[in-house]
C-alpha cells in the first residue's frame, strides 16, 4: 500500500443513496462510464450488487458483481486516482469474491483491458487466469480485453 491515513478503509454494500458517487468514480475511472440511470437500474435490476469503499465519510471506490445461476461477473472496479494504490481494489474484489462463494457461485469471470497491467496484476494475485482475448471490444481507445475467470 502506498499511502497511509488515520482513517481505515472500510468496503460495504452500496445503497441507492451512494449512485451519484459511483457514477462519478466511473466518470474518472472509464473512458465508457455508465450513467446514472444504468447504474439505478442495474441496483434495481435483482442480479448486480454494487460495494463502495469509504475512508471517513468519502466513497473513494466501488465495484459492481453480477451473480447469474452459478456464475459471478466482475463488472466494474474503479478507485478515485488520488486514493490508487491504497488498497481499496483490493479491499473491493475480496469483499465480492466473499459474496460470490455466500451466493454459491462456481466460478467468477471478469474482462479487462490489455493494458490495464496494475489491474491484471491484482487478478493474477487472486488467482484468476486469462482464458482469452477479445479483439476490439474497448473503444475510447479501441483495444482487445482478457477474459479471466477463476474458481470461487
Not at 38 to 51: E, L, P, V
Not at 96 to 124: C, D, K, T, W
Amino acid at each position: 500500500m502506498g499511502k497511509t491515513s488515520r482513517y481505515e478503509l472500510i468496503v460495504i454494500k452500496a445503497e441507492e443513496k451512494d449512485i451519484s458517487d459511483i457514477y462519478q468514480i466511473g466518470t474518472v475511472s472509464f473512458s465508457d462510464a455508465w450513467r446514472e440511470e444504468t447504474i439505478r437500474n442495474d441496483m434495481k435490476g435483482g442480479h448486480s450488487c454494487y460495494f463502495i469503499a469509504k475512508l471517513a465519510k468519502k466513497v473513494i471506490g466501488y465495484g459492481c458483481f453480477w451473480f447469474i445461476a452459478d456464475e459471478a461477473q466482475l463488472m466494474n472496479i474503479g478507485v478515485l486516482p488520488e486514493y490508487r494504490r491504497m488498497g481499496a481494489a483490493e479491499k473491493i474484489l475480496k469483499q465480492g469474491l466473499e459474496e460470490a462463494a455466500e451466493r454459491h457461485m462456481e466460478v467468477i469471470f471478469l474482462e479487462v483491458r490489455v493494458s490495464n497491467l496494475p489491474a491484471q496484476s491484482l487478478y493474477r494475485k487472486h488467482n484468476f487466469q486469462t482464458v482469452s482475448v477479445r479483439q476490439d471490444v474497448y473503444e475510447l481507445p479501441r483495444e482487445n480485453g482478457y477474459i479471466m475467470s477463476r474458481k470461487v
